[in-house]
């Protein structure tokens, strides 16, 4: 907010672990003149699902981000396993677009952020298509509900970006979209990678440029603590 910047974000697995209630946290960010977050419509999965959109000068929507929540874990045969985006959430996106396509036309294009990587993030690095730091296993969920799938289908979507995995930051294009993570950037104790633990892995942060004169065009790269640029999709600035 001292920057008067606008800002959002997902819920990620371990806000329900460790910090207070959502809705004690939503009350605070309320509070906040420049936060965009929407807890979502209360009948479908998860309590950050909603599309913030990007216009253009002459009010023309150029671009659609959707934030989804992952939740935290589900059972499958008896074990833990990271939970997926549900069928309730890709009906809702899917209808979504369909009806801000009726209100504004074709042409936006989407990008989507939640914490837990889809399955495909597996695939891509298995067809050894992927550029970028592997640093821990892909915890992704047993289940493939079809969200890929779904966005594939959209045929609007341009990005993925996801977190989760402290110590990967690879990027891949998989069928036509590009599969992103994040930079680690927290500064709290821990054995993983960006922390005191393991300082080689530096912290940073991940950079998203989009053009709206040109919204197929997607570019992004990491900024690393100290001023280190790191390319990997399109030209770093």
């Given at each position: 907010d001292e920057k008067k910047l606008w800002w959002t974000f997902a819920y990620g697995n371990h806000e329900r672990d460790y910090g207070p209630p959502t809705r004690v946290i939503e009350r605070i960010l309320k509070e906040s003149e420049y936060c965009i977050f929407d807890a979502g419509p209360v009948e479908i999965k998860g309590q950050s699902n909603y599309a913030v959109g990007i216009y253009n000068k002459n009010e023309r929507l150029r671009f659609v981000l959707w934030m989804l929540d992952n939740c935290e874990y589900t059972e499958i045969r008896g074990h833990r396993t990271e939970a997926y985006i549900d069928s309730t959430q890709i009906d809702w996106f899917t209808e979504e677009k369909k009806r801000l396509c009726t209100e504004y036309g074709d042409g936006c294009r989407s990008v989507f952020f939640f914490h837990i990587p889809l399955?495909?993030?597996?695939?891509?690095?298995?067809?050894?298509?992927?550029?970028?730091?592997?640093?821990?296993?892909?915890?992704t969920t047993e289940v493939n509900s079809g969200a890929f799938a779904a966005m594939k289908e959209m045929g609007d979507v341009i990005g993925v970006f996801v977190g989760h995995d402290h110590t990967n930051d690879f990027v891949a294009d998989w069928h036509g979209i590009k599969l992103c993570y994040g930079r680690v950037t927290g500064y709290c104790d821990h054995r993983r990678g960006g922390y005191p633990a393991n300082e080689a892995y530096e912290r940073g942060a991940r950079i998203i440029l989009l053009d709206q004169d040109n919204v197929d065009k997607l570019q992004t790269y990491l900024y690393i603590a100290g001023g280190k640029v790191i390319p990997q999709i399109g030209e770093a600035r």
């Open positions: 399955p495909e993030y597996q695939e891509a690095l298995d067809a050894g298509v992927t550029m970028g730091n592997c640093g821990e296993k892909i915890c």
